[in-house]
């Protein structure tokens, strides 16, 4: 039977206007700066960050499968009745759902519905209707489900997921433990499943596969005691927050380099056959991204030996995303990382973002191992060994969250809660969700969520807020946490050194006279060494460069005030010199409009290594820039002629060590205007890109 009755989704009908935004995903690579000249193995951490606003989310189209079998009678199905309230209340006009129970057999309750509050209100009548009796034919429930997204009319642009709650083993429609039909077998493709094991008696087998086959789909242990509300709001937190879909991440090897292994977690990439493991282009999919959520990709490279000291490319990176069925690319002109092969680095030399990294993949080994182990205490084994992997790696707050992640496994006494709890930490970590995955911006959101949930279980007459309150809160949120225009400091007050008004002897005095006349002349000849040298090497004097710049989103009323911009700003500090590293410190630049200042651009004292180069990333979030009527006026003939000025300028401290005796120490420079297309796609203007360079007085 077809189910091709589903709701047309109305326009959206999230918080605000619609935003311009060109680039919603962030690609980053970690490395060593520098490898040896022979033959070595080197590690490339690649970040994708999603950017992107939750004003921009596409909509859901959700199914929640259900189990309503005999064992669901009583507290159990009066949790599930809460939570499903929950979801709905939650849902927006932009969303559809549709609920699917199953006992001894499957019965699509409605088809997807728009969640308007005539709709919420029908379906929770239906919710509340649902009665526990019979077996539990999950593979039946499961199909329907399935058959409800795959029999769409509407589905252009649109985040498809299922929920999928289960108490417990499998049954026919005669009470038997099925053999040929058991839901783990079914076809998912690429609709996410998340599955949520209720109580000890869940079959988390067959709910952890289930999840695994499905495309980002995650694994969740919900104990008797817990509340079903919460857990289903954590998962409800990314699914109304997705705007970037279909993301996918090709990384290219170069000459230089060979790539012998990624680590990308369980999600799918297609492997070379077997004689051409090697291959130079490796190629994975994400699926979709909340907003907020990171990805982690190890890339393991085999550098061959070399003569002779240079720059090397090791690889080429590109994601690609679609949004609202538009497709992307970021960067657009490819992330190229890069590593120096010289003579003076270290074979033992680590980053501690890549080490990082590699120590919570030594420890997810772990509890992989310790989930296939079927024997308690062999998987007590395995965990006292994942303690030590956390033992030996470097102190940083990811050690400490899997620390307390790995105190509440060694906790549990009965094998049930513990095979399911490891099954479901292994599937957290292998699809990269959860706290350790999440910019502080989605972490606000999923305890935010799961708060309201909280406060729902305890009283489900009073609804939680809307999705588009949520949306109108987070951009509030961003908007006051953004570094924008910092007060300007205080002048330090000078330490004056006092000097006695004593009346000294005239010998003591002409002895002083006579030292500050010796100490004056020193002064002025090592000044005028220094200026020789200065003039001699200004040439090569390390400089602040613009190497991108993108207007992301801008946001401008009527009344003069810039109400929400983002910008990203890719600064690098260069060292062109091949005899010295370079020190930058205070680098203190700022961002403006016409006189108005919209944000200042610091970062820590760094050192950048001779020969080499630096990138400074800077994601600007401003907001409440009241303009004056000059600002005003500029901004209005900006807007209208396609493209929007931003003055950028200021100044770092620089050290470069000359020679053996002699440290230059200056100022550096910079004053530049960047001009953005916008409305468009928000990208700089090349030639001004190319001139935003720094100066040495």
Not at 20 to 32: F, G, K, T
Not at 127 to 151: C, H, I, P, Q, S
Not at 354 to 361: C, F, H, Q, Y
Not at 379 to 391: I, R, S
């Amino acid at each position: 039977m077809s189910f091709s009755d589903d709701e047309p989704p109305p326009a959206n009908s999230s918080a605000g206007p619609k935003p311009i935004q060109v680039d919603r995903v962030r690609l980053v690579a970690y490395s060593n700066n520098k490898a040896p000249l022979e033959e070595n193995k080197q590690q490339v951490l690649l970040e994708i960050t999603d950017t992107s606003s939750t004003s921009e989310r596409c909509g859901l189209d959700l199914v929640a499968v259900l189990d309503v079998s005999g064992s669901m009678a009583g507290g159990k199905l009066n949790k599930l009745k809460t939570a499903m309230k929950f979801v709905i209340s939650k849902l927006g006009p932009m969303d559809r759902l549709s609920i699917v129970s199953f006992s001894t057999k499957a019965n699509k309750q409605c088809s997807l519905r728009s969640m308007t509050g005539a709709s919420q209100e029908e379906l929770k009548d239906i919710v509340e209707k649902l009665e526990a009796g019979g077996y539990t034919n999950m593979r039946d429930g499961l199909e329907t489900g399935l058959k409800v997204l795959a029999d769409r009319r509407y589905s252009g642009g649109r985040v498809s997921s299922i929920v999928l709650m289960s108490d417990g083993h499998e049954q026919d429609e005669e009470g038997k433990v099925p053999q040929d039909r058991s839901a783990s077998d079914a076809t998912i493709g690429d609709v996410a499943v998340y599955t949520f094991g209720f109580g000890e008696d869940h079959d988390a087998k067959v709910l952890g596969k289930i999840a695994s086959k499905s495309q980002g789909g995650t694994f969740h242990y919900v104990r008797d005691e817990e509340s079903l509300s919460v857990r289903f709001a954590e998962i409800l937190a990314g699914l109304l927050s997705v705007v970037v879909q279909d993301l996918k991440l090709t990384v290219r090897q170069q000459g230089h380099s060979t790539i012998e292994k990624v680590d990308a977690g369980s999600y799918h990439r297609p492997q070379p056959p077997e004689s051409d493991y090697n291959a130079p282009s490796v190629n994975i999919s994400f699926g979709d991204l909340g907003s907020g959520e990171v990805r982690k990709v190890i890339v393991h490279l085999l550098l061959p030996a070399v003569h002779r000291e240079y720059r090397a490319t090791a690889i080429v990176a590109q994601c690609s995303y679609r949004t609202h069925g538009k497709a992307f690319y970021a960067p657009r002109d490819h992330l190229r990382c890069f590593i120096h092969r010289t003579g003076s680095a270290r074979r033992d030399a680590k980053n501690s973002k890549v080490e990082a990294e590699l120590d919570r993949l030594r420890y997810v080994n772990k509890i992989a191992e310790a989930s296939a182990t079927e024997d308690h205490n062999s998987v007590h084994g395995k965990l006292e060994e994942a303690q030590k992997v956390l033992d030996a790696g470097q102190p940083n707050p990811m050690i400490d969250i899997l620390r307390t992640e790995l105190e509440q496994l060694l906790k549990l006494k009965y094998w049930k809660d513990l095979f399911a709890s490891l099954l479901a930490y292994k599937m957290s970590h292998e699809r990269q969700r959860g706290r350790l995955f999440a910019t502080p911006r989605a972490m606000w959101r999923m305890l935010k969520y799961t708060e309201q949930a909280d406060k729902f279980d305890k009283d489900p007459n009073k609804p939680p807020p809307s999705v588009d309150d949520d949306v109108k809160e987070e951009a509030k949120m961003v908007m006051e946490s953004a570094p924008v225009a910092d007060q300007p400091r205080e002048p330090r007050t000078p330490r004056i050194w006092g000097v006695s008004r004593e009346r000294r002897s005239s010998g003591w005095a002409w002895a002083m006279v006579i030292l500050c006349t010796v100490l004056a002349i020193g002064v002025i000849v090592a000044g005028a060494a220094v200026f020789a040298v200065y003039i001699l090497f200004k040439p090569k004097m390390p400089y602040l460069v613009v190497s991108d710049a993108q207007l992301r989103l801008l946001q401008y009323d009527q009344e003069g005030t810039i109400q929400s911009l983002q910008m990203s700003i890719t600064i690098l500090a260069e060292n062109n010199n091949s005899k010295a590293d370079a020190s930058f410190f205070r680098v203190d630049l700022a961002l403006g409009f016409h006189g108005a200042d919209v944000a200042l651009l610091r970062a820590e004292p760094f050192v950048v290594a001779r020969e080499n180069s630096l990138p400074l990333q800077y994601n600007v979030v401003s907001a409440g820039r009241a303009l004056d009527p000059d600002g005003m006026q500029a901004m209005d003939e900006s807007l209208k002629a396609g493209v929007v000025p931003f003055d950028l300028f200021g100044k770092a401290r620089t050290r470069w060590k000359v020679g053996v005796f002699v440290k230059l120490r200056f100022w550096t420079r910079i004053s530049c205007r960047l001009r953005f297309f916008f409305p468009g796609n928000g990208t700089v203007m090349p030639t001004d890109r190319d001139r935003c360079r720094s100066r040495s007085p």
